[in-house]
């Protein structure tokens, strides 16, 4: 079984602060692990993902996020947040098999006030 | 502009009744994925089509069923709508079945049930 936990509903920053988004994960197998943002009335975009190369994932409009096994943890970060970034971000697990078994956390809110 | 539609953007029904939902996939992506996405929540997967075949299922029920065309454009239908079925249903589209392939989601159908 496996399940991911996003601390924090809601998170709110300064423009220009930094942005910390948790994700802690449960996985039998190796994870495969996924950032993704949803703005209003929007599908979901993919971030980042980690499919057990670099530990540290770069990804898309300055996000990044470093997987630490020994954490279980996945948080994306930005060092400077920008208006735009204030969105819905989604974290979620699979393993090599495929989507099938993807589940994604609850989301968390980010807030960036000006 | 992930290359992904969906119609109907919304669509408002009464319990009891049938809706199909239709997605058009991005061009050369043999693979789709269906979510429901309930308010405040995550998305769930609902089923999964490679190449015209049903390649894995989540936890949702016979009423939920789907196709995929020989074009790879694909439908989700549901019959005897419940009011729980309100959310919104996402497909995803992806060059193969495969995690390592990303997935592109499209921007979502709101389904209302009354």
């Known amino acids: 079984a496996q399940s991911v936990t996003q601390l924090g509903s809601h998170v709110s920053v300064s423009e220009g602060a930094l942005v910390l988004l948790r994700c802690n994960y449960s996985?039998?197998?190796?994870?495969?692990l996924f950032w993704y943002v949803q703005y209003p009335n929007q599908g979901l975009q993919l971030l980042l993902k980690y499919t057990s190369a670099a530990t540290l994932v770069k990804g898309i409009n300055g996000f990044e996020a470093e997987f630490k096994k020994s954490e279980t943890s996945f948080h994306l970060t930005k060092p400077s947040a920008h208006m735009s970034d204030a969105a819905e971000y989604f974290c979620?697990?699979?393993?090599?098999?495929?989507?099938?078994?993807?589940?994604f956390g609850t989301g968390t809110k980010l807030q960036v006030i000006p | 502009e992930t290359g992904v539609t969906q119609s109907p953007t919304h669509l408002i029904k009464t319990r009891g009744q049938q809706v199909t939902l239709r997605c058009s996939s991005q061009?050369?992506?043999?693979?789709v994925s269906w979510y429901q996405q309930a308010l405040g929540q995550g998305p769930q997967f609902i089923f999964q089509?490679?190449?015209?075949?049903?390649?894995g299922r989540g936890n949702f029920p016979p009423r939920f069923s789907g196709l995929q065309f020989p074009n790879y454009s694909s439908e989700l239908n549901v019959n005897a709508l419940e009011l729980d079925d309100s959310a919104l249903y996402l497909c995803?589209?992806?060059?193969?079945?495969?995690?390592?392939?990303?997935?592109?989601f499209g921007p979502g159908t709101r389904l209302t049930v009354l």
């Open positions: 061009s050369g992506h043999n693979t």
């Open positions: 089509y490679y190449r015209e075949e049903e390649n």
């Open positions: 996985s039998s197998v190796p994870p495969y």
């Open positions: 995803a589209s992806s060059l193969a079945s495969g995690t390592k392939d990303t997935q592109y």
């Open positions: 979620a697990v699979t393993f090599s098999g495929g989507y099938q078994k993807v589940t």
